[in-house]
């Protein structure tokens, strides 16, 4: 199947079926260890080990979503570090919460590669954040509700705030809950304002 944009043909990648598979079970795999290791080192290691990876598959152009994503975090992290106190050791960088800032950076990234493999089926902006939002704020609130009630993950500085209903998690004020339902689509919107292509689509 081909696309054109502005004159320039592109061609869905080759391996588009197969990195589809890939990802899904890298993010089952990296949620599943969430209970079994620490969570800090866990989610800095998968940041790190997302750049080798995006390069074997071909697919480096996706690292300008990966670099939005990091400094969407960073902002987030700076702004809201007082906010957040695990019940488990974290490592510190520049005074930040480290499993913070690789959890944030690593899901916004996660959630658009998951999104991007579906992209080509839509052709409005609208339709495409549409999609985005919906696949952001189902994952955001599973990711969170099993940290929360199977792998005993806990910000205990936000303990005294009652969580979502149904589900009982992200533990925060309700500006702060908010704010997590609304990064999502803004993460999506700069990269889209920017124009960065889609990482499984291959110019012809």
């Not at 990091?70 to 974290?90: A, C, D, P, Q, R």
């Not at 702060?176 to 990269?191: D, K, S, V």
Request: proline share 3%.
């Amino acid at each position: 199947m081909m696309l054109s944009s502005r004159n320039i043909v592109y061609k869905f990648h080759k391996w588009k079926k197969q990195l589809l598979f890939a990802d899904k079970i890298i993010s089952v795999i990296v949620l599943l260890l969430l209970g079994l290791t620490r969570p800090d080192l866990l989610m800095m290691s998968v940041y790190i080990l997302l750049i080798p990876y995006l390069y074997l598959t071909k697919r480096k152009n996706a690292l300008n979503h990966l670099a939005i994503a990091s400094i969407v975090s960073i902002i987030w992290v700076v702004f809201t570090n007082k906010y957040y106190n695990y019940n488990f050791e974290t490592l510190k960088i520049f005074g930040l919460n480290s499993y913070l800032l690789f959890a944030f950076a690593t899901g916004l990234f996660a959630v658009y590669i998951l999104y991007s493999h579906w992209e080509h089926k839509l052709r409005t902006l609208n339709s495409k954040l549409l999609l985005f939002i919906v696949l952001y704020w189902l994952l955001l609130i599973f990711v969170e509700t099993i940290a929360y009630h199977v792998f005993n993950i806990h910000n205990i500085a936000n303990a005294i705030y009652s969580g979502l209903p149904l589900c009982d998690c992200l533990h925060a004020p309700r500006w702060m809950q908010a704010a997590y339902f609304l990064i999502g689509p803004i993460y999506f919107l700069i990269c889209e304002f920017l124009g960065f292509e889609n990482p499984h689509f291959v110019r012809k």
